[in-house]
């Protein structure tokens, strides 16, 4: 059974910064893709940012770019996503999630596997 767990969340004031981790266990694909997605009260979820396997291509919603980092370590089967200059509008429950292969895609129903979800709060 594969299970994701993240960590990280939290509450943070504007301009600062929080990096969320997520560890896969229970034999994931033998190559994966990760995503971050985030869901806020009241909205859909939303594509956050994105890494292929290996981890030499990134992908991130035009609301984070320049300030979120996605990155990968393979030999821990963990991701990470780091937070810089949070903003008001960052404050959501943020997902991490798995699928199969090389590709990351952008869209939610595209992977398999997701965690629990942690929560980033940021305030003024």
């Known amino acids: 059974q594969v299970q994701l767990v993240e960590s990280g969340g939290g509450l943070m004031q504007a301009g600062g910064s929080l990096r969320l981790s997520c560890a896969a266990s229970?034999?994931?694909?033998?190559?994966?893709?990760i995503g971050w997605f985030r869901q806020a009260p009241g909205k859909e979820r939303e594509f956050v940012a994105a890494i292929s396997w290996p981890g030499d291509s990134t992908y991130y919603a035009d609301s984070v770019k320049g300030r979120f980092t996605i990155s990968r370590d393979n030999s821990k089967s963990t991701g990470s996503l780091q937070m810089n200059s949070l903003k008001l509008e960052d404050t959501a429950v943020y997902y991490c999630a798995i699928r199969a292969g090389r590709a990351v895609s952008r869209t939610a129903h595209d992977y398999a596997y997701w965690g629990q979800g942690t929560q980033v709060t940021v305030s003024s």
């Open positions: 229970g034999r994931p694909f033998s190559i994966y893709a």
